[in-house]
């Protein structure tokens, strides 16, 4: 049976041995994507994730993708790119126009899972000093990045785009630079795909997971406007 949510009680999601197997990790349907709730499900280890015609689903897969900082693994080719240093890195400058660009439909897919709705709550969530965007620009122009969510020593990654190729991997190398800087101590990538595999995440059960999260969420972070003093080497 799967868990409906009311919208009047935030802190009702239940345990997450309840998730299904299959799919893969759904927990519960309903409630909304308020700051409060939203905010609960991320300290539990619960992201939303659902089309524009779905009720909100959330979800809480095992095993979970994640990347440890000191793990993060750069190839040659993306090694010599970022040393050009053709690009600059801004952080928190244009957030919502990352969730948009990453929101664009693709070609490996014909929806999004970034709904309007998604778009204004972790609006909402950047105003407060908790969501973040790190975002790779050349020549005065947005050409990839990335968002997530920032809880204590907690960083988790929720979406990334590119529209010039490694884009979006330029951005990552930073944030993941800088997050080791500031001794966060993981970063969630939700679901594996060979494209953060590159970059050296991989799956941990559900309760490792949930045993890093409880040493990592309640320690001082960086809540406010970020800004980084990480600067690859050339």
């Known amino acids: 049976m799967i868990h409906w949510l009311a919208t009047d009680q935030v802190e009702n999601f239940p345990p997450l041995s309840a998730a299904l197997l299959e799919p893969n990790g759904l927990l519960a349907v309903g409630g909304d994507l308020s700051p409060q709730r939203l905010i609960c499900a991320y300290?539990?280890?619960?992201?939303?994730?659902?089309?524009?015609?779905?009720?909100?689903?959330?979800?809480?897969?095992?095993?979970?993708?994640?990347?440890?900082?000191?793990?993060?693994?750069?190839?040659?080719?993306?090694?010599?790119?970022?040393?050009?240093?053709?690009?600059?890195?801004?952080?928190?400058?244009?957030?919502?126009?990352?969730?948009?660009?990453?929101?664009?439909?693709?070609?490996?897919?014909?929806?999004?899972?970034?709904?309007?709705?998604?778009?204004d709550a972790y609006t909402t969530l950047h105003q407060m000093g908790i969501a973040h965007s790190v975002e790779t620009w050349m020549n005065g122009v947005l050409v990839g990045g990335l968002y997530g969510i920032a809880l204590g020593k907690m960083f988790y990654g929720e979406s990334m785009f590119s529209r010039v190729s490694d884009a979006s991997k330029i951005a990552f190398v930073h944030l993941v630079k800088q997050l080791e800087i500031w001794g966060f101590g993981m970063i969630d990538c939700q679901m594996k795909t060979?494209?953060?595999?590159?970059?050296?995440?991989?799956?941990?059960?559900?309760?490792?997971?949930?045993?890093?999260?409880?040493?990592?969420?309640?320690v001082p972070g960086r809540s406010g406007t970020w800004h980084f003093d990480y600067a690859y080497p050339g």
């Open 43 to 119: 300290r539990c280890g619960i992201f939303p994730w659902f089309n524009d015609e779905d009720p909100i689903l959330w979800w809480s897969p095992d095993p979970r993708m994640v990347l440890f900082p000191n793990e993060l693994s750069i190839s040659r080719s993306l090694h010599k790119l970022l040393k050009k240093h053709q690009y600059e890195i801004r952080t928190d400058v244009s957030f919502r126009e990352v969730m948009q660009a990453c929101a664009e439909p693709r070609k490996v897919q014909a929806g999004t899972w970034i709904t309007d709705e998604m778009i």
């Open 194 to 218: 060979r494209h953060l595999g590159s970059l050296g995440a991989r799956e941990i059960s559900r309760d490792e997971f949930m045993l890093q999260l409880g040493n990592l969420i309640d």
